[in-house]
């Protein structure tokens, strides 16, 4: 398992933190994702085999978010 924080613009809410974690969380491959409103950003624990930094990009970028 690997984890990265992503910085994330645009989360403002516990809306915005549902919406991420959901999409996140429902990827392959996803162990568990984290939203921190304050610090901007979430922590994603993943399977490397299963699924990409790009692509859990990607997937908060498609829920209307700035994923740094």
Known sequence: MKQETIKVDGM???HCKASVEGALNNLDGVKRAEVSLEEKQVT???DESSVD???LKEEIDDQGFDAK
């Open 53 to 55: 930094l790009a692509t």
């Open 12 to 14: 403002t809410c516990g």
């Open 44 to 46: 994603v624990e993943y």
